[in-house]
Nanobody, 124 residues
Framework: QVQLVESGGGLVQAGGSLRLSCAAS????????MGWFRQAPGKEREFVAL????????LYADSVKGRFTISRENAKNTVYLQMNSLKPEDTAVYYC?????????????????WGQGTQVTVSS
């Protein structure tokens, strides 16, 4: 059974940092796109960042570019999201997602596996 388990969320003051982790199990994701999405109360789930396995470009949402960094360790089946200079508008539940053996994109519909989410709250 495939599982994605996020960790690292919490409460932080504006300007602070958090590092999210997503540990995948049940299959290898070395040939999958892995991404992060977020959903704030009353809003739709939105793309944050993705990292491909094949050298294709890493993508970020404009709202996080220059502040967030996505990375992955294929040997550990783990993807990370380093979040710096956090703002109150970054408050949301953050979800890890992965595709089967194909390239993903900015749309949540392109992803086959999802974690349960981890809450990130940024106070002003």
């Amino acid at each position: 059974q495939v599982q994605l388990v996020e960790s690292g969320g919490g409460l932080v003051q504006a300007g602070g940092s958090l590092r999210l982790s997503c540990a995948a199990s049940g299959r290898t994701f070395s040939s999958s796109t892995m991404g992060w999405f977020r959903q704030a109360p009353g809003k739709e789930r939105e793309f944050v960042a993705l990292k491909n396995w094949n050298g294709w470009p890493t993508l970020y949402a404009d709202s996080v570019k220059g502040r967030f960094t996505i990375s992955r360790e294929n040997a550990k089946n783990t993807v990370y999201l380093q979040m710096n200079s956090l703002k109150p508008e970054d408050t949301a539940v953050y979800y890890c997602a992965a595709t089967r053996e194909r390239v993903g994109g900015r749309s949540p519909q392109l992803y086959d596996y999802w974690g349960q989410g981890t809450q990130v709250t940024v106070s002003s």
